[in-house]
């Protein structure tokens, strides 16, 4: 099996919307396991952000019980793929983990080629651009595994 785990800063925006994409786009394959965390404290235990939950509502995608969970430096033995959302989530995930000797770290974008950040919907109120950069990330992502 493997598993993966989006990063972003809260996880309450991006990463639970690339969370629940892939795991919409995996749920008849018992051979892929998907969760998000957060590299910071502000926000955990809260809900998804309304405008990610809308969004994912209307698409058909439920984020049931969502709350917000923080990285630990236990996840990078856990997981085969820890995937940031932009730089600073990066620079974040390798510090918590302390590196990357098995090279699971990646940006989400990577995937499609793409070296750029994912926009943090929090600050620009863009949740449709992050969504497609999100569903571009998931499907390359998933022509991988």
Not at 60 to 69: H, L, Y
């Amino acid at each position: 099996m493997k598993k993966i785990l989006f990063v972003c800063h809260g996880n309450i925006c991006r990463s639970p919307m690339a969370e629940f994409v892939l795991k919409d786009m995996v749920k008849d394959r018992d051979d892929i396991y998907v969760a998000s965390a957060a590299t910071s404290t502000e926000e955990i235990g809260n809900g998804v952000h309304p405008g990610t939950a809308g969004l994912l509502k209307r698409k058909g995608i439920s984020m049931a019980g969502k709350r917000a969970v923080q990285l630990k430096r236990s996840d990078y033995d856990e997981y085969d793929y820890i995937i940031g959302m932009d730089d600073w989530n990066i620079r974040n995930i390798l510090r918590i983990t302390g590196g990357d000797p098995e090279r699971k770290v990646h940006k989400l974008l990577e995937f499609a080629g793409e070296y750029r950040d994912i926009d943090d919907p929090w600050y620009t109120h863009d949740f449709e651009t992050t969504y497609r950069d999100v569903l571009k990330g998931c499907e390359n992502l998933l022509k991988e595994l």
